[in-house]
């Protein structure tokens, strides 16, 4: 079994930032895809980023200049760090696991862009 906490999240006004946590238990960090999604209100939930167990990484078109997603696996954790955040993005943002056994999520933390 895996558990995600989720952390991290806020509100934040027009063009500021926010990093967000991810720590996760178990011995099955280090073999695990890691990835984060966003859900907003009265839309479907869509990936935001993902970072592979070697660190490679991939972004939705829409952040890959103001986002960056990193993993620390002594840490046992993944961030998200977000830049230049707009009202669009404001959303519950969720920590995802794929190890070679399963799926896990975090129980997801809210973001809200706001003036």
């Known amino acids: 079994q895996v558990q995600l906490v989720d952390s991290g999240g806020g509100l934040v006004q027009p063009g500021g930032s926010l990093r967000l946590s991810c720590a996760a238990s178990?011995?099955?960090?280090?073999?695990?895809?890691m990835a984060w999604y966003r859900q907003a209100p009265g839309k479907e939930r869509d990936v935001v980023a993902t970072?592979?167990?070697?660190?490679?990484?991939y972004y939705a078109d829409a952040m890959k200049v103001r986002f960056t997603i990193s993993r620390d696996n002594a840490k046992n954790t993944v961030y998200l760090q977000m830049n230049s955040l707009q009202p669009d993005d404001t959303a519950v943002y969720s920590c995802?696991?794929?190890?070679?056994?399963?799926?896990?999520w975090g129980q997801g933390t809210q973001v809200t862009v706001s003036s």
């Open positions: 995802h696991a794929h190890p070679p056994l399963g799926r896990y």
């Open positions: 970072i592979t167990q070697g660190g490679s990484t």
């Open positions: 178990g011995s099955t960090f280090k073999s695990s895809r």
